[in-house]
């Protein structure tokens, strides 16, 4: 199951999603936990190649980046720890070092005061880590802290080692492993198909692929039986409870009201607190799924849920 399977333009088409989910391609982010034969997960990075190194994967799963001089020798210690800490992590994570000698203009946009920095980019947005070299327990402890700010923003995606094989298998090729569930959407057994991606799920939990399968079935299995005009008159109360919301997010989403769901759940996760809060942040990171990580609403949507939350 694509991303695509959504109309990004309008309306949901839910009685074609069941044909689409047979065209599904192989999703590209979201790799396996291990690392490739030959691979690491360090890649240098320039000016010039920030955006495509560092930015866009950041909305499949977090980036270190190491800023660093050669003119700092002691740096070295640091390159080593973050190095070790990637490579024991199998792609929870990228590090990206960028020479700042080489790099004036950027360094100063970002305001470094020294080097060596290190910052983690979510869903592109920056969160400050540490500065100077630190012990390597406490670059793990930094680290390991932005892998669960980032899990709270649903991305979940895992890094491809630099250098490992590329898949070079047919991408229009159905993959056996979503028959089942490609079945159950076809004949409308919606719970059905969750429970198939559900299995997927407990083999592989970094399956992207799975997940926007299941947050789309979810979908279609909350929506089916649900009056839009009465759900979304409820929701207009100024004291309706969070479930009306819920559903309400979910009609917006099929209607192709894509960025009206988004803002809403965020709302209630602002005024929320506690348990429903976080039933709030956890139906909009299944929206994302559903509508997808590349998504320019889904971007936007999840830096101002980082906002929200932090």
């Known amino acids: ?4 399977s959504f109309n990004p333009r309008g309306a949901v ?6 044909e689409q989910a047979k065209q599904r391609a192989a999703s590209g982010p979201g790799g396996s936990p291990g690392a490739k034969a030959g ?19 950041s909305l499949q799963h977090p980036v270190v980046v190491e800023f660093y001089s050669p003119r700092v020798s002691s740096g070295q210690q640091l390159s080593d720890a973050l190095a070790a800490a990637a490579s024991e992590a199998g792609g929870k994570y990228l590090i ?29 947005q920056l969160v400050p880590l540490f500065q100077g070299v630190i012990p390597a327990d406490q670059v793990r402890a930094a680290l390991d802290q932005l892998v669960k700010a980032a899990v709270a923003n649903g ?3 895992r890094a491809e080692p630099v250098g ?10 159905p993959d056996p492993r979503f028959a089942a569930a490609d079945a159950a959407l076809e004949r409308g057994d919606f719970a059905a198909a969750v429970e198939e991606f559900d299995k997927l799920l407990a083999a592989n939990p970094a399956d992207a692929e799975a997940k926007a399968g299941k947050a789309q079935a979810g979908l279609l299995a909350r929506t089916a039986n649900t009056s839009a005009d009465v759900v979304l008159a409820a929701a207009a109360a100024p004291d309706a409870d969070l479930q009306v919301h819920l559903d309400a997010a979910d009609l917006e ?17 602002k005024r929320r607190s506690g348990d429903e809060r976080d039933q709030a ?20 949507a999840r830096r101002n849920l980082m906002a929200a939350l932090f």
């Open 164 to 173: 490992g094989p590329v898949d070079d298998g047919a991408e229009d090729e």
């Open 281 to 300: 942040r956890l139906r909009l990171l299944e929206l994302f799924e559903t509508i997808g990580n590349t998504d320019p609403r889904v971007q936007k």
């Open 13 to 18: 088409d839910l009685s074609q999603l069941a």
């Open 96 to 124: 990206a070092r960028l020479n700042v000698d080489a790099a004036p203009q950027l360094a100063q946009q970002l305001g470094l005061q020294a080097v060596p920095t290190v910052v983690g980019v979510v869903g592109g």
């Open 155 to 157: 991305i979940v995606g």
């Open 1 to 4: 199951m694509s991303s695509s």
């Open 253 to 269: 989403v099929v209607g192709g009201q894509v960025d009206e769901a988004f803002a809403r759940l965020i709302d209630q996760v």
């Open 39 to 57: 691979g690491s997960y360090v890649v240098e990075v320039t000016e010039q190649t920030f955006e495509a190194q560092v930015i866009r994967p």
